[in-house]
């Protein structure tokens, strides 16, 4: 909230900067931001009947809500280092004496 009010206050000292040396703002006209509030209106309708419909059902994990997949895909994963199997005996200073 503290971020709309900020967007406010700035666009009124904007504003009254533009009255102060006559110059008319390039905002687009009230009926193209009357729109545009249309437009954010009709997005939250879906989401509101979905939810009204079909309730959605009880997370019990939060593993997907919390972790993403990544951007990029598949992340590179370190070299594992080779195992020495268990036949495989290398030599060391007390064997080779």
Not at 32 to 56: H, R
Not at 60 to 85: D, R
Request: net charge positive.
């Amino acid at each position: 909230m503290k971020t709309y009010v900020v967007s406010l206050a700035l666009g009124l000292l904007v504003g009254v900067i533009y009255a102060l040396f006559q110059v008319r703002s390039p905002a687009p006209p009230v009926i193209a931001l009357v729109g545009l509030l249309g437009i954010l209106l009709g997005e939250q309708i879906p989401p509101l009947i979905k939810s009204f419909v079909a309730p959605p059902a009880t997370a019990t994990s939060w593993l997907h809500h919390q972790v993403k997949p990544h951007v990029f895909g598949e992340l590179p994963k370190c070299a594992q280092p080779s195992v020495a199997k268990a036949g495989d005996v290398s030599p060391t200073k007390e064997h080779s004496a």
